[in-house]
């Protein structure tokens, strides 16, 4: 099984005095353009989920829409949990797509959430990334070790410039 782990894309500014509550806040223009740009990259690499799952929150939620979009994902089909919300712990997330029948999985969430599934899946003690928005790590399960090994994590500039 492989994993992909998406932070979402720039959103609005929580101190903004228009911004909505956190769960309701919104890509901003660039966010979503630089999303859409870091998508062409994931192509570009030949990132086929065949399973996306989302965080609830807005700005996530977007950001799947958006790869979905550019990968010829139908967004109908993205997994809304709230195991990928910020608060919850990241094992949680594990536990869901291990019960998945999935080859590829795709996930998007929050910062310093991402980073925890990251450490976790890396077998580190504790974080050890910091995953820019839109920013994606690569996760390989060896089956024959039972251990997951990073196969890449890819700034979103870096995402950008394989998607020209």
Known sequence: MRVHIMRHGIAMDRTNPKAPTDAERPLTAEGMQKT???ALGLKELGVKPD???TSP?????Q???IVAEALGYSPEKIRVSDTLKPSVNPA???KEIEHLKSREVMCFGHGPHVDGLIALLAGARGPFSELKKSGVACFEHEAAH???RMVWLLSPKMLRKLGH
């Open 51 to 53: 399973m996306l799952i």
């Open 57 to 61: 929150l807005v700005r996530a939620a």
């Open 63 to 65: 950001t799947a829409e």
């Open 36 to 38: 859409r740009a870091a």
């Open 92 to 94: 949680e997330v594990m």
């Open 146 to 148: 039972g251990k997951w």
